[in-house]
């Protein structure tokens, strides 16, 4: 059983930065950054393999935010930048023990975190 816990969300400006961090409790390869506001399922922001280093990010996101690990520290990181109201959701971290490929589909993450609230002002 892993324990993932999200750390880094709060209150910022449009245009600001945030940087989330997931710890794990174990070392996992394939672990990814989703996002959920009211009334919408929830999305997948980024993914990343750690022992390749492949990453995905979201369209929406492309450019502005980058996912990256310390496998070691057994921790994840989601760098926000140059955020937009549109952004404001929960995020959550999420990670799959079992995948031995980066994974984009939420329902392959066995692990998830309770969530970290991220609003961005206009």
């Known amino acids: 059983q892993e324990h993932l816990v999200e750390s880094g969300g709060g209150l910022v400006q449009a245009g600001g930065s945030l940087r989330l961090s997931c710890t794990t409790s174990?070392?996992?390869?394939?672990m990814g950054w989703f996002r959920q506001v009211p009334g919408k399922e929830r999305e997948l922001v980024a993914a990343?393999?750690?022992?390749?280093?492949?990453?995905f990010h979201a369209d929406t996101v492309k450019g502005r935010f980058t996912i990256s690990g310390d496998a070691a520290k057994k921790t994840l990181f989601l760098q926000m930048n140059s955020l937009k109201p549109e952004d404001t959701a929960v995020y959550y971290c999420?990670?799959?023990?079992?995948?031995?490929?980066?994974?984009?589909?939420?329902?392959?993450?066995?692990?998830w975190g309770p969530g970290t609230q991220v609003t961005v002002s206009s």
């Open positions: 174990g070392r996992i390869n394939s």
């Open positions: 999420a990670a799959c023990q079992s995948c031995m490929i980066l994974t984009i589909r939420a329902q392959r993450y066995e692990y």
């Open positions: 990343i393999y750690m022992i390749s280093g492949n990453t």
